[in-house]
């Protein structure tokens, strides 16, 4: 009868650190928009891995590996054990479409701009395009802008990024002589 109890409180012990490991996961990828690559697919799919493994061994060498009534509730388990991975991969790919940068989004969310212009950066890679260039990108800036010289511009991207949102950010692009974009910053202020 004790092994028995050892048996259960295992099992217990190893579905209840699963949920807690995805639940933190989740928190993660939320607070910190992670999107799809090549690690957090793999911070998905590893518990995941790690856990049918543990359901199969566990299942194998404790008291129900001669019952009927214990593998058919390991197989519902192992079934139900691919909802928190696919929950995770979903919020994965919410994260990803707010990150992507369009045009489209850059007008119609100003509020997201903070999310996208890296991706805008990372795309475009803006060194040595023209002030023509940015502006059909990103339009005309605001009035808002914290710089006002001829050979920078400011675009307001929102509150910047964090737990605390308490001040702006600005995507501040300097060009040359010959409008050509010579360095940029993301300043908070």
Known sequence: MANKNSTYII??????????????????IIFFYASYSILSLS???????????????????????????GRIMLIVIAILSFIPPLIS???????EE?????????????????YIVYDFLEEYQIMGKTKKDIQD???????????SEKNVMG???????????????????WFNEEDKVIDYEIVTN
Do not use: H
């Open 137 to 147: 990108l990103l339009g005309v800036p605001e009035g808002n802008s914290i710089y």
């Open 11 to 28: 099992f217990i012990f190893g579905m209840i650190s699963y949920l807690l490991l995805f639940g933190g996961l989740a928190i993660f």
């Open 98 to 114: 707010k990150l992507n940068f369009t045009t489209e989004k850059w007008f119609n969310n100003p509020d997201d701009r903070v």
């Open 89 to 95: 991969v979903d919020l994965l790919g919410k994260n």
């Open 43 to 69: 911070a998905v799919l590893l518990p995941l891995f790690l856990f049918l493994l543990f359901l199969f061994f566990w299942g194998k060498y404790s008291c129900l590996k001669n019952v009927q009534k």
């Open 155 to 173: 675009y307001l991207l929102g509150l910047e990024l964090g737990f605390i949102q308490m001040d702006s950010s600005y995507l501040i692009i």
